[in-house]
């Protein structure tokens, strides 16, 4: 039996660029691009740690579930071009996050702010407020269309629901801290796609 190991390279991609992003994000020089709209306070957001732990373990789902598609009996094709639009949804989930990071040093994996935390609304932030959350979705999007089976498509429907969970606990700390310049940023953009949701 022939097993696609091509999602496990793709997997590696995303997460090797997003580690090499972060990695030049940080040897970077401080740009205050949105210095006059910093936090006065430190604060984290509503069960960030419980949204964390349960979006890892969403992916650990999804992992488990590729593991038995690539090493059990190959899931069925849906049609011809799935596979190609799998890794296509992928990439551009790698590209998004590498721009966020580059753009947002400051980006931690729970939604935690600290006194001087700039407010991102500059590049990718422009188009929609939760790019890094986006582009974990769409990792999961590819992952089900280039392996499609039932295990995979219900763990990339939990993780786009933690995603959209963790998205809207992020909103309350981030309205919490910045107020009404956080809810005008809101009023001009969406949460994950543009002009639509």
């Known amino acids: 039996m022939q097993h696609d190991i091509g999602i ?8 090797g660029s997003f580690v090499i992003a972060r990695g030049i994000a ?4 401080l740009d205050q691009r949105n210095a006059a709209v910093v936090s006065s306070q430190a604060a984290t957001a509503p069960a960030s740690r419980t ?13 488990f579930g590729i593991a038995a598609a690539v090493f059990g ?6 049609f011809p071009s799935q596979i190609v639009i799998g890794a296509l949804l992928i990439a551009s989930g790698a590209v998004l996050s ?5 753009y ?4 931690r994996f729970r939604a935690t702010i600290g006194i001087g935390h700039e407010l991102a609304t ?7 407020r939760h790019p890094i959350y986006l582009s ?3 990792l999961a999007l590819g992952t089900a269309l280039w392996q499609p089976t039932a295990f995979i498509w219900g763990s990339f429907v939990i993780i786009a629901v933690l995603s959209d969970l963790r998205a809207r606990s992020e909103e309350t700390l981030l309205l919490r801290v910045y107020g009404e310049t956080y809810a005008k940023y809101c009023e001009r953009t969406r949460r994950f796609l543009p002009a639509i949701y």
Do not use: D, E, K
């Open 73 to 78: 009996p190959q899931p069925r094709l849906l």
């Open 136 to 138: 974990l979705t769409l």
């Open 8 to 15: 496990y390279i793709a997997h590696a991609g995303f997460f």
């Open 98 to 102: 590498c721009w966020t990071l580059l």
């Open 51 to 63: 949204l964390f732990v349960t979006h890892v373990g969403a992916f650990c789902l999804l992992y």
């Open 104 to 107: 947002f040093r400051s980006w």
């Open 122 to 128: 500059g590049g990718p932030f422009r188009i929609l």
């Open 26 to 29: 940080a040897m970077a020089p």
